[in-house]
């Protein structure tokens, strides 16, 4: 694998993660539990895209076959998709959502944190922007864990059964592959088992304020980064490249 | 428009000499565009009837996410999928700014979620029509906000303030939506024949619809006269119906697309054009809940509640052991 191959492996990656989070989240617009949800999960899932735009499109440029952001995201299959599984899961309840955003955000403030110290500054500057929203997703997410775990005996059931629901689906985020080195040893990107121990700690401190308990078991589901996904990515793709396949060639 | 046939409650206008001194004086505020602001005196009339424009008005921007929501997962490019999240995001923060205007009234949100829910309340009769291809989220757009736009602009002078300063910001989003809807309907008359076929689809479907947001003509109706000298109406339904013909009959003859209207022609004389009302029945069936999504709209508004009442106590109670906690330290 040569240095530019890994670094399209990684962005992708990184693409892939906020395109598939973000058509998720938007599936929530007009259907939350109140008005100001709407509101923000509507800007939550608006990140992402935007984000996605800026990954896919530096992908796009190192792999130098001319594909733009969009013929990524609407042209590849699912085997060619490099998302976690955690984020295609499906929202489930708005705890379940909650859950898979809080800890997806808690790993993605890590690694645009890291990644603003990037040797390439194109990824440094991308990181730059993309981390100030992270943040921000990352504090609302958490206040709602803790709000919502420490809140009634039925939003606390709920928030524990999300979190045991997702935590298998959380490793991944730290796995390393042959991609994950060579571009840590580029200096490009951290290694991801690199972030597990802060993310344990942050997690950590969150969930034991919210009163849920870590689940127990080691047990890590994967696939997602090398393109071996859940059943769920085809039906997100089957809607969200419909358009683009039915009618080649349009411009929209 | 989106508040249709809001009655007031009066029975029609009264003249000076029957008015009490309050009333004397605050019709004098309002003739003299002074804005009314919630703690001053005001007609218990005046505080019903706009509890009820400002509500039906605030149900149809957030009942409104739903057509347009259901085209985000599938909009055709990134671009698309961001400019209509912000839209639909703006459309939430106009049904929070609303509700807010409703609440200095001394009506709660909450009241108004279950009148919505329980159909006392109505939201626009134009969201209850499908968005059945993409050209539709352009013609949203361009036509349903760009009927929107008509009435909102005048209401940025309402007497009562609140009213008017939600108004004035909702206009400035509203006339970006309308301008990236007919950006829209630009990329699909000008595109493929495939999305030429879409346009005028989109076309045809709603223009009818959009030209019933106005509402029935109200020039012999006792409400819209009493809202008219209470300046929470400032023209009457035909006048915005004509003048949005007039501005969307070119716009329409640019993209090349057809408006599905035989009679509809240019008079030299009164410089309007002519054209055909929409089916008042259609109008009046679809109010009364039986257009193709009335029960999809409000089922999904209402399941939304009901599925987040768990969030809503669960975020309550954190908030009370919180304030519990605060108060024993």
Redesign the interface.
């Given at each position: 694998m040569t240095r530019d191959e890994a670094f399209f492996e990684f962005l992708l990656r990184m693409g892939d993660n906020t395109l598939i989070l973000g058509h998720r989240v938007s599936e929530w617009c007009g259907h939350s539990p109140v008005l100001e949800e709407d509101i923000a999960l509507a800007n939550t899932a608006l990140d992402l895209i935007g984000q996605t735009q800026m990954w896919l499109g530096l992908a796009g440029e190192i792999e130098g076959k001319g594909r733009s952001a969009d013929d990524l995201a609407y042209l590849r299959d699912a085997w060619d998709f490099r998302n976690v599984l955690l984020v295609e899961r499906p929202n489930g309840d708005f705890g379940q959502t909650i859950m898979r955003q809080f800890l997806f955000d808690a790993w993605h403030s890590l690694m645009l944190g890291r990644l603003m110290q990037s040797s390439d500054t194109r990824v440094a500057e991308i990181a730059a922007k993309a981390s100030k929203e992270a943040a921000y997703h990352l504090e609302r997410s958490a206040d709602l864990v803790v709000r919502l775990g420490d809140g009634t005996a039925e939003s606390h059931a709920r928030m524990q059964a999300a979190l045991d629901d997702h935590w298998p689906y959380t490793g991944e985020l730290f796995l390393s592959d042959a991609a994950d080195k060579a571009v840590a040893e580029a200096g490009l990107a951290p290694d991801p088992a690199s972030l597990k121990e802060e993310w344990d700690e942050m997690v950590t401190r969150v969930l034991t304020e919210a009163t849920l308990a870590i689940p127990e078991g080691a047990y890590v589901h994967k696939g997602g980064k090398a393109g071996t996904h859940t059943e769920h990515l085809g039906y997100i793709l089957a809607q969200m490249q419909w358009l683009q396949r039915a009618y080649p060639g349009a411009t929209w | 428009m989106y508040a249709q046939m809001v009655k007031s409650t009066g029975k029609g206008i009264k003249s000076r000499e029957e008015m009490t001194d309050e009333e004397r004086q605050f019709q004098d505020r309002v003739d003299a565009d002074e804005k009314i602001e919630p703690k001053d005196w005001m007609p218990e009339g005046y505080r019903k009837t706009l509890i009820r424009q400002i509500g039906q008005h605030a149900h149809s921007e957030?009942?409104g996410?739903?057509p347009e929501?259901n085209w985000?997962?599938?909009?055709?490019?990134?671009?698309?999928?961001?400019i209509l999240?912000?839209k639909?995001?703006d459309e939430?923060?106009h049904?929070?700014y609303l509700?807010c205007a409703a609440e200095t009234l001394g009506v709660s949100?909450d009241e108004l979620m279950e009148k919505l829910h329980s159909g006392d309340m109505k939201y626009s009769s134009i969201f209850n029509y499908p968005t059945l291809n993409?050209a539709d989220i352009g013609a949203v757009g361009w036509l349903v906000d760009g009927a929107a736009i008509m009435n909102q602009v005048p209401l940025q002078r309402t007497s009562y303030g609140p009213y008017s300063r939600a108004m004035i910001r909702i206009c400035k989003e509203e006339s970006f939506h309308q301008r990236q809807g007919y950006d829209?309907m630009m990329?699909m008359a000008f595109?493929?024949e495939?999305?030429k076929k879409m346009a005028q689809d989109a076309l045809n479907r709603f223009w009818y619809p959009s030209l019933m947001m106005f509402g029935p003509s109200d020039k012999d109706s006792v409400h819209s006269a009493q809202s008219m000298a209470w300046k929470i109406k400032i023209n009457t339904n035909d006048e915005l119906r004509q003048k949005f013909v007039d501005q969307t009959v070119p716009q329409a003859e640019y993209l090349g697309l057809t408006v599905p209207d035989e009679n509809l022609k240019w008079n030299e004389e009164t410089g309007h054009y002519e054209f055909t009302e929409p089916d008042w029945s259609e109008f009046f069936e679809v109010i009364k809940g039986n257009g193709p999504c009335n029960k999809e709209r409000l089922g999904?508004?209402v399941?939304?509640?009901e599925?987040?009442?768990?969030?809503?106590?669960?975020?309550?109670?954190?908030?009370e052991?919180k304030a519990a906690k605060v108060a024993a330290e």
């Open positions: - | 957030i009942v996410q739903l929501g985000i997962t599938r909009a055709p490019t990134l671009e698309r999928k961001a999240l912000a639909v995001q939430a923060g049904g929070l509700y949100r993409w829209i990329k595109g493929t495939d999305q999904a508004r399941k939304a509640w599925d987040g009442a768990w969030v809503r106590d669960g975020l309550m109670a954190h908030a052991k």
